[in-house]
């Protein structure tokens, strides 16, 4: 007699880890790059100067620009999303409070791909997509038994699910603010001797009022030879990065920014010659 076919199937285990991947990896990047950029979290990086779950203070800012109920409550949607990429990241990777984190990452990212990011064509919209597409099977699905949460749902433990809602909620929630912020100037002196034909001299940079497309010009103290920009940033980081450009062309190229760091006072002064690393 013909035997008949069994279909193909994996261990449940493989299921699990197969549905655990894209959940571990999108809530790393959540946590370690993407939230922590803008949410102080232990690791987030020193020269944002960010607080314990502080939110950037230039991400209201932005959330305003969305305009409707964002532009109403700024410092709460900010601070959620914020919250939702560096904590729910955390929890992603842990599987803990799995469906619920998972549903912030999933609200945080259809914001960001229509709000932000929609006008800018569909290749700026993929990242957050792609964020969007590995928490929904977290949302449906929950973490499977590669996550905390299947340990701690076991009937041996059935009370500790509440507690530890209660716990996050009130731990994590309740510190949130806005990181403060103080206007910095900076003096630029840059010293051009050396360079032929000095027609326009500029500066590039991170921070508003400058940006990396277009060049804040400096004035002459000594033509072809001395030129000064005074520029004020309102800004809550400890330093700001910018390059100095000669008739529209970077110096220092294939090499890293200039580093600029804010001195207790709220003026700094910063000397320069063009296409020279600083020491």
């Known amino acids: 007699m013909r035997q008949l076919c069994r279909p193909l199937t994996l261990p449940h285990w493989w299921q699990d880890a197969l549905l655990a991947l894209p959940r571990i990896v999108c809530g790393y990047l959540l946590a370690a790059n993407f939230g922590a950029a803008k949410f102080g979290l232990p690791w987030s990086p020193p020269d944002n100067n960010l607080g314990l779950f502080e939110v950037a203070f230039w991400f209201p800012q932005d959330v305003a620009a969305y ?3 964002f532009a109403l409550f700024p410092n709460f949607f900010a601070w959620m ?4 990429e560096a904590i729910g990241g955390v929890l992603l990777v842990l599987g803990l409070l799995t469906r619920p984190a998972a549903l912030l990452v999933c609200c945080t990212m259809l914001v960001a791909m229509f709000m ?11 990242p957050a997509a792609g964020f969007l597409w590995a928490a929904l099977p977290a949302l449906v699905l929950g973490s499977g038994r590669f996550g905390l949460d299947y340990l701690l749902t076991k009937p041996a433990v059935p009370r500790l699910r509440p507690g530890l809602v209660a716990l996050a909620v009130a731990a994590l929630l309740l510190p949130g603010c806005v990181q403060p912020a103080h206007d910095k100037t900076v003096v630029y002196l840059l010293d051009v001797s050396g360079h032929p034909n000095v027609q326009q ?3 590039r940079g991170r921070d508003k009022p400058l940006s990396w497309d277009s060049d804040l010009l400096l004035t002459p103290i000594r033509k072809d030879s001395l030129y000064r920009a005074v520029v004020t940033t309102h800004t809550g980081y400890k330093v700001t990065e910018v390059k100095f450009t000669l008739n529209g062309d970077f110096e ?3 090499k890293a920014n200039r580093r600029i760091l804010f001195g207790p006072a709220d003026t700094t002064v910063y000397r320069a010659r063009f296409d020279v690393v600083p020491r």
Request: charged share 10%; no cysteine; proline share 0%.
């Open 67 to 69: 305009g409707g109920i």
């Open 81 to 84: 999303g914020a919250f939702s």
């Open 116 to 126: 932000q990011q929609w006008q800018q064509g569909l290749w700026n919209m993929l």
């Open 201 to 203: 001299v500029g500066l």
């Open 252 to 254: 220092l190229k294939e």
